[in-house]
Nanobody, 128 residues
Framework: EEQLVESGGGLVEAGGSLRLSCTAS??????????MGWFRQTSGEEREGISC????????HYSESVKDRFTISRDNGANILHLQMTSLKPEDTAKYYC???????????????????WGKGIQVTVSS
């Protein structure tokens, strides 16, 4: 059974940093057969796609809300996706999800409807 498990969340002060990880297991295809993404959601708000990365890692995209502060990366040999978050703000407080979709394309999408597999999410809280 396909599983995506997020780790690395928690409580941090504004201006601080956190590194989220997402470990994939149980997938029929290899990890590098999937484009990956990070999404977040707060209570009462719509899910926001914040970053994605193509299967090779050559292409990445960021939402305007996190651009220049967050960095997505992947280690295909270890089946792990990362999100390095810096200069965190209270408005970054949310539950963060990683997602995967089969893809051999050159790019990736920030639209959650394009993703097939989802982790259960992990809470990130930024205090002011």
């Amino acid at each position: 059974e396909e599983q995506l498990v997020e780790s690395g969340g928690g409580l941090v002060e504004a201006g601080g940093s956190l590194r989220l990880s997402c470990t994939a297991s149980g997938f029929v295809a290899d990890f590098d057969d999937y484009a990956m993404g990070w999404f977040r959601q707060t209570s009462g708000e719509e899910r926001e796609g914040i970053s994605c990365i193509s299967w090779s890692g050559a292409s990445t995209h960021y939402s305007e809300s996190v651009k220049d502060r967050f960095t997505i990366s992947r280690d295909n040999g270890a089946n792990i996706l990362h999100l390095q978050m810096t200069s965190l703000k209270p408005e970054d407080t949310a539950k963060y999800y990683c997602a995967a979709t089969p893809s051999n394309g050159a790019s990736c999408s920030l639209d959650g409807d394009d993703f097939e597999y989802w982790g259960k999410g992990i809470q990130v809280t930024v205090s002011s």
